[in-house]
Structure formats: structure tokens, C-alpha cells
């Protein structure tokens, strides 16, 4: 969205539906695009003027996660070069949504982050790291380990490009970083929706099908790392 006419942040929450699906499906755990990566994202926004933003629009969040057990938040700007302005803001807002009774999984991707430090001190339940571009993730924490109290969800299965796995290689990783953490998830390193949904059906020379992975391989290579 352009914020450019506006000269106050006003948000306001009209349709919870990720609430709504809940209720009429019955099973699933929510989704979200984070909001600090709504707004970086967006236009029209002065920086001085972001800060303000940014916590008027987390008090729309925390309606749309009130109620729920838990829910997944994706914050893939937390991987842009940020101020200390933007990161303490970051602070502020998880700070805030983490007094819901509800079970925040924060997931990051497309790089490393850049302060990690302070992303392990956000309380949330788990966070979601990039080991496939991020490979900064993995040197800090061989360096610094991983926090006792959260899960760490690991981006392994790289959800961008269409070549399969090296499973040995991958696995090798895996083993690395449960010398680390006790609570230990694998997961692709970002969204599949990037990719074409499968292989099947493709006319292609059978050498390249062997080497090609889309949507559901990537999937299937979860639960063969896994």
C-alpha cells in the first residue's frame, strides 16, 4: 500500500480471517505477514514517521491474534539492513504481541539476520532461520548457540530454485545445529510459492527430471530430512 495522503496512522480491523478460517475449517495454524515487513514494505512512509506506524498497526494485529493458540507470523524484511531505530521498533512490537496468550512461530528468510542477539530475546515460541542464503545464521549461532526456551525452526529446503536437495549435505547441517539446541524443527528456507507445484507431468529429458524439484518434491524432501 501507498501511505503517502495519510497524516496519521489509522488502521482499523474489519475481517479477521484468519480467525474465521480457523473456526470453519477447525484445524491449520494461522498465517500472517508480519507487520514490520507490511510496512517496510509499503510506500509513501517517511522514516522518522515509521516507528509511530508501525506500533499503530501492531494494536490491529494484536485483535487479529487475540483468541488464537498460535499462529505464524513471517518477517522476511528482518533480513534487509536495518537502523537501530527500525530494530528497537521491532522490540517494541514483539514485545507487545508477545503478551497474548497465543503462541507466536516467527519466521524469517530470503538472507541472514542481522541481529540476532535481539531476535532471540523477542518472546516468541519458535523462529524460523534461512541456513540455505543465510549462512551467517548458522556462524553465529556455532558462536553464540541458540536460546533454551525457544524451538528453532530450520530453513534447509531452499524454496527459490527448482534443483533437488543434497540431502547429505543438508543432513550434515541438521547435525551441526542440534549440537546447539535441544528443540530442533526442519522447514523449507522460504515460501514454496515460488516454485511450480510438481514435476509430474513435465516433457522434459528425463537427465534434467531427475535433477528437478518443484512445490511437492521440496515437500517430500522435508520428510525425508526430516
Known amino acids: 500500500p501507498n501511505f503517502s495522503q495519510m497524516k496519521e496512522p489509522c488502521f482499523e480491523l474489519h475481517w479477521n480471517k484468519p480467525k474465521e478460517y480457523l473456526e470453519k475449517f477447525k484445524k491449520g495454524i494461522p498465517y500472517l505477514i508480519g507487520p514490520f515487513t507490511f510496512l517496510k514494505l509499503s510506500k509513501g512512509l517517511r522514516p522518522e514517521a515509521f516507528p509511530k506506524y508501525l506500533l499503530a498497526i501492531t494494536e490491529v494485529y494484536k485483535k487479529l491474534i487475540d483468541g488464537l493458540s498460535q499462529v505464524h507470523i513471517d518477517e522476511p524484511a528482518f533480513v534487509m539492513e536495518l537502523s537501530s531505530q527500525e530494530i528497537k521498533a521491532i522490540k517494541e512490537v514483539y514485545q507487545q504481541l508477545g503478551k497474548s496468550q497465543c503462541q507466536i512461530n516467527l519466521f524469517t ?100 527430471l531427475k535433477n528437478l524439484a518443484f512445490a511437492q518434491e521440496k515437500l517430500k524432501e522435508l520428510k525425508l530430512i526430516a
Not at 530475546?121 to 556455532?142: A, C, M, R
Not at 548457540?145 to 550434515?172: E, H, M, S, Y
Not at 516454485?195 to 507431468?201: A, C, D, F, V
Request: net charge neutral.
Open 109 to 208: 528468510y530470503y538472507g541472514s539476520v542481522d541481529f540476532l542477539r535481539d531476535l532471540f530475546d523477542l518472546p516468541v515460541q519458535s523462529l524460523g532461520l534461512d541456513f540455505v542464503h543465510g549462512k551467517e545464521n548458522l556462524t553465529y549461532i556455532q558462536k553464540n548457540g541458540f536460546p533454551k526456551n525457544k524451538t528453532l525452526i530450520a530453513g534447509l529446503v531452499d524454496g527459490r530454485n527448482i534443483w533437488r536437495n543434497n540431502i547429505q549435505k543438508t543432513c550434515a547441517i541438521l547435525q551441526e545445529l542440534s549440537k546447539h539446541t535441544k528443540s530442533l524443527m526442519v522447514s523449507n528456507a522460504s515460501p514454496l510459492y515460488h516454485l511450480p507445484i510438481t514435476i509430474e507431468g513435465e516433457e522434459l529429458h528425463p537427465q534434467l
